[in-house]
């Protein structure tokens, strides 16, 4: 075969690919809204909330950076059998969660995720964060700032952290790595009116990496 030729059936392919890709994620948006989904996310960024009302009057947490977010992996099984992941309800500081997030067949919760992880934001640098137990990122998490205060995380009892803010058991799962140094780094792009206080000017840029490491270690 020419080189030309070989070229242009990849290109082709490449094309089919990125096409078809098109097509679920198309597919899962259409789902997105027959599944009433919008009612409670919204998946248009960048970020809408200005003032704490904003906030309020949201019934679910932003979807606009779910493809940067999250593990597709995790996202698929989640849709179809959702844990609480925020101890507390949605917005509230005492009510327990009540675990009745929509469940979701396996072909919706499918195309969905193709959908979800086709929205992207470009704040999110890839390739940036490894996990790792480092111990820098413990000692930051546990005792040098009050990130446990609020979270829970993994340990030998059960449920040990905070509960104000989502748990972190299961974040390795969860989370793309690059995308909790994101947060950490540019925590308004993503959470302009927020409880979690803005760590940059107390962290180094240094210490954000190695405490997103040890989050993303989390499992
Ligand atoms: C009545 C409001 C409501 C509806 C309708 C709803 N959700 Fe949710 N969703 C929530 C709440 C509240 C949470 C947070 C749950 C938790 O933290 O345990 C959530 C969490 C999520 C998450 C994880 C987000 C994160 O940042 O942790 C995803 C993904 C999601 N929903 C997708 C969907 C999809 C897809 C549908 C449609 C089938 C849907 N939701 C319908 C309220 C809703
Ligand atoms: C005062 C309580 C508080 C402290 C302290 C805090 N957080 Fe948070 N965190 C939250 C809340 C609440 C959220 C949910 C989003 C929001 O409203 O800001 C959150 C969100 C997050 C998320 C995203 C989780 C998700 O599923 O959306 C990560 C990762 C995170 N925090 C890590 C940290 C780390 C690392 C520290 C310490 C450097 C920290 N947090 C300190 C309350 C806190």
Request: net charge positive.
């Amino acid at each position: 075969m020419k080189p030309g030729i070989a070229l242009s059936i990849a290109a082709a392919l490449l094309l089919a690919t990125a096409a078809s890709a098109r097509a679920d994620a198309a597919a899962g948006a259409a789902a997105f809204k027959a599944g009433q989904c919008t009612a409670c996310h919204y998946t248009e960024g960048p970020a809408r909330e200005v003032t704490i009302e904003d906030q309020l009057a949201k019934t679910g947490p932003e979807l606009w950076y779910a493809g940067s977010k999250f593990q597709r992996p995790w996202l698929e099984a989640w849709l179809q059998d959702p844990k609480p992941i925020r101890p507390l309800k949605y917005n509230s500081l005492t009510e327990d969660n009540p675990g009745d997030h929509p469940v979701l067949a396996a072909a919706d919760a499918a195309s969905i995720t193709d959908f979800l992880m086709s929205l992207v934001s470009d704040a999110v640098e890839t390739g940036v964060i490894k996990p790792k137990k480092h111990p820098k990122g413990r000692l930051i998490f546990t005792k040098k700032m009050p990130c446990s205060g609020c979270h829970r995380f993994p340990t030998k009892k059960p449920f040990k952290g905070g509960r104000s803010g989502p748990s972190l058991v299961g974040a390795g799962e969860r989370l793309n790595p690059d995308w909790i140094y994101a947060y950490l780094k540019s925590t308004k792009v993503f959470k302009p009116v927020r409880m979690m206080p803005v760590f940059v000017g107390l962290l180094s840029d240094k210490d954000m990496k190695f405490v997103a490491a040890y989050v993303a270690s989390f499992k």
